[in-house]
């Protein structure tokens, strides 16, 4: 933060998830995250402001007709955290084949809403020579040039489901309870079902008394109905449980946050001097050979040395029913990086390309 925007003027730093109108009050710049609700409420009082910008994807938070009608300019970030948030799942997909013996290898993956984060999974998956089959009807409408699917189809013919939508409450294809009671039921035996995006496209109560039910579908949540609260009843039956983090990579944080000041600098018609590099700290060099990524198993010990799930899931269930604790989880998240901070050895033999496709980097032992 101060290191981009501490020449602009004075940064005050707040508690996004209570922040008030009397603190915003004065702000000629407000730059927030998913859990702040910005809206009437928060900036009647505010006569000055000049740019709003979220470093995320999502604007669910926003009230977008409320900006535009006060003319106050307005940025996200899409595709900020889109490669961190396909990294995510694609280990996750890898810890539950490790976990239950069924290798991701040879099993079908749907993706439902094939934007920026969808993509970003689907160049994992093909990159390790996965079948994918993608759905999102409002993409196809619009003419994307690749092959879509109807959602009862990739449930049909998928091993996994991986959601991507955005939330939206209304319209042809709202997303809310999107996964509901019925379309849960209709999951394949052995499914594996992924939200990574928001925790209302699956009917959390139904999902919990599905699950109750059905052991053989597994469930990987890092989004909950009712965040900051998880429902506890549901955790024990979720594979692997974190904090609304799928999205949490440094080099994440490091674009969303470049992204708005590059935004920014242009509403205020400055200079903006910065470079997103200088953010980031140097590439991890270790000698890692690709020719020993030799199976999945091996893949998968590749994924954790850059990001173990597994930790997180452990912190998440000792901490979620904590005061803050969801919160104070996300806010403290330990630094991970993307695929491609590791440099791995040998990466650029044609039997090992894959791992390049991958997002490792790749140097000469
Ligand atoms: N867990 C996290 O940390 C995290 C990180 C990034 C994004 N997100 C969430 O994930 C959502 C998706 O992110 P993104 O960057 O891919 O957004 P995006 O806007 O690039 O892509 C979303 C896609 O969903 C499609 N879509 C909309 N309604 C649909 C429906 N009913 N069925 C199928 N497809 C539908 C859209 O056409 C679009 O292509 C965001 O809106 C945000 O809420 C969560
Ligand atoms: O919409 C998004 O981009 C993500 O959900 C976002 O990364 C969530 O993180 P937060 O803004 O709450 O830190």
């Known amino acids: 933060m101060q290191q981009l925007f501490g020449d602009l003027g004075t940064i005050e730093t707040v508690n996004g998830r209570e922040l008030a109108a009397e603190q915003v009050k004065d702000a000629d710049v407000l ?14 009082n505010n006569d000055k402001l000049k740019f709003v910008g979220s470093a995320t994807i999502g604007t669910d938070h926003i009230d977008l007709e409320y900006l535009a009608c006060r003319n106050i300019p307005f940025s996200n970030a899409p595709g900020c955290n889109a490669t961190a948030v396909g990294e995510f799942a694609f280990i996750a997909m890898l810890e539950l084949a490790q976990r239950f013996k069924s290798p991701l290898k040879g099993k079908v993956v749907g993706i439902v809403g094939a934007g920026n984060t969808g993509t970003a999974v689907a160049k994992c998956l093909k ?12 993409l196809e ?17 998928c091993d996994v489901v991986s959601l991507h939508v955005p939330i939206t409450k209304t319209g042809e294809h709202k997303t809310w309870y999107l996964f509901d009671e019925a379309r849960l039921n209709s999951l394949r035996e052995n499914t594996w079902l992924l939200n990574c995006c928001r925790g209302e496209v ?7 008394r599905f699950k109750q039910q059905r052991d053989d579908v597994k469930v990987v949540l890092d989004v909950w109905e009712g965040e900051p609260n998880p429902m506890p009843e549901l955790v024990p039956y979720i594979e692997f449980c974190t904090p609304h983090i799928a999205g949490y990579s440094l080099e994440g944080k490091a674009r969303g946050t ?13 200079k903006g001097d910065k470079q997103m590099e200088s953010l980031l700290p140097p590439l991890w060099s270790e000698q890692v050979s690709a020719i020993e990524i030799a199976d999945e198993r091996a893949l998968l010990q590749l994924a954790r040395f850059v990001y173990d799930l597994r930790d ?24 991970r990086r993307e695929f491609s901070a590791l440099k791995v050895g040998n990466i650029g033999q044609t039997n090992v390309n894959w791992l390049s496709n991958l997002g490792f980097s790749g140097v000469e032992l």
Do not use: W
């Open 31 to 44: 730059l927030v995250r998913s859990v702040t609700k910005v809206n009437q409420a928060l900036l009647e």
């Open 127 to 138: 990159a390790y020579g996965i079948e994918v089959l993608l759905c999102d009807p409002v």
């Open 141 to 157: 409408k619009k003419g994307d040039s690749r092959s879509f699917v109807s959602l009862n189809t990739l449930i049909d013919k």
């Open 202 to 208: 699956i009917d959390n109560r139904a999902l919990l």
């Open 258 to 270: 470049f992204m708005l000041y590059q935004q920014l600098t242009k509403v205020l018609a400055i």
């Open 312 to 335: 997180d899931d452990e912190l998440f269930r000792n901490n979620f029913l904590n005061n803050h604790g969801f919160d104070h989880m996300r806010k403290n998240h330990k630094h």
